[in-house]
C-alpha cells in the first residue's frame, strides 16, 4: 500500500502498461526475453508475474511504480537495499534483478501529449508459496509471524546506507503516527456508525498516544505484514491437518522509520483479518514477537489503540482511494469487507477485555503452556 496527501493523490498516475508493453520493458531495460506475463493486484504500482525464456531463477516479478513513488529514487534505493540486506540475514525475501546497465532500477519516461509521466521500474525475482490469506491460519503460524516480524526489526538494527534518511517520511500516511492525518481523507466515509467509530479512535490517538511516542523505541518498520504480503508454503502435516511456514516476504514499500509497537500492532490487525477467532489471533502474535522483542509496559498499554488505529488507517484510506480509481474497487476493498466488523468488535469488547485475551494468551507461551 501507500498514500499520499490529498493533493498529491490527485496527481499521482497508476502506471497502466499492456502486457504486450511490459513484456517489451523487461527485454529492453534488464535484457531478458519474456515467454510468459500477467498482471498481479497492486493497489497504485502496477505488477507483472513473468516467466523467461533461459536464466536460473526464470520466474520474475515487474514492478511499476506509480509517479508519485517515482519521484523519490532515493527511498526506492534504500527499499531495494533493504531487501538485499534482510536476504543476506536469512531472510526469504526476493532479489533484485539489475538493468543491462547494473542499475537496481531504470526511470522510464513517457510523453503522452499534454504531460510527460516517468516510472521507475524494478525486477525482482518471484517467491514461490501462497499468501497466508489462502490457508488455514494456526495459532503457530500466528506464532511464526510476530516472531519474524520482530527478527526483522531487531535485524534492520545493522542496517546502513547513505540515503537510510530517505526512511523519514514525513506525512506519509501509512505511518502510525501519522493517524491524525486520516482527519484529511475521512469526508471519504458518509455519516454513519463506521465514521463515528474512526472519530473515536482519531480523538483517542491524539489523546493517548501522541503524547507518549517519545516512549517507543524507534526501529525501521516493513509497515505492511498483510495477509498477502506473507507467503507460505506447506511443511507437513500436524495433527491431520496441513502445516505451514512463512516462505516470503513481499512490498517493502510502506517502509518507514517508526517504532517496534508499530510493527507488531500492524501485524496484529492483518492477522485478525485471516483468523477464525479474531481477537486470539492477536495474542498468539504477540507471543511471536515477545520472543524476541518483549514490549515495554508503555508500549503494551498503546497497543489496542495502535491496532485500532490501523484498522481506522486501512478502512478510511481504502474508502478515499476507491473514489479515485473505482475501477480497482475490489482490491482496494479487501480490508473492508470484514475490517468494519472486527474494528467494531474490538472497541466494543473494550480495551481492558481484548488486553486480557492478547497478554494472557502471550504469558502462556511463556510459561510453557502453549
Known sequence: ?????????QALTKPAFSELQASALVESVFG??????????????????????????????LKVNNTESSRNADLIEVQSRVMMF??????????????????LTSLMSLDSGSETKSYLLRLFTYL??????????????????????????????????????SLHRGDFIWNLRNVPLLEKYIHALDPSKNREMVEQVLLRFKDEI??????????????????????VEASGEASGDPAYRVSGILDFEDMSHGYYVFEIAITIMYMMMESKDSLAAGGHVLAGFESVIPLTAEERGALFLLVSSRFSQSLVMSAYTCQLY???KDYLMITAK?????????????QKAVEDIWFETAKSYRAGAL
Open 32 to 61: 531478458l526475453k519474456v515467454a510468459k506475463i500477467q498482471p498481479l493486484p497492486s493497489y497504485d504500482d502496477q505488477n507483472f508475474h513473468l516467466h523467461v525464456l533461459s536464466g536460473d531463477p526464470r520466474e520474475y516479478v
Open 338 to 350: 470484514t475490517g468494519w466488523r472486527h474494528l467494531q468488535n474490538l472497541l466494543e469488547t473494550g
Open 86 to 103: 534482510l536476504q543476506a540475514e536469512g531472510f526469504p525475501t526476493a532479489t533484485v534483478h539489475p538493468t543491462k546497465g547494473g542499475s
Open 326 to 328: 473505482p475501477e480497482n
Open 128 to 165: 514461490p508459496g501462497r499468501p497466508i490469506a489462502q490457508v488455514p491460519v494456526t495459532p503457530k503460524l500466528l506464532y511464526e509471524v510476530g516472531k519474524l516480524a520482530a527478527q526483522m526489526d531487531r535485524s534492520l538494527e545493522k542496517f546502513r546506507h547513505p540515503k537510510i534518511g
Open 1 to 9: 500500500m501507500s498514500g499520499q496527501e490529498p493533493e498529491q493523490s
Open 210 to 231: 501522541v503524547t507518549k511516542l517519545n516512549h517507543f523505541r524507534e526501529c525501521i518498520n516493513h509497515g505492511d505484514l498483510n495477509g498477502y504480503n506473507i507467503l
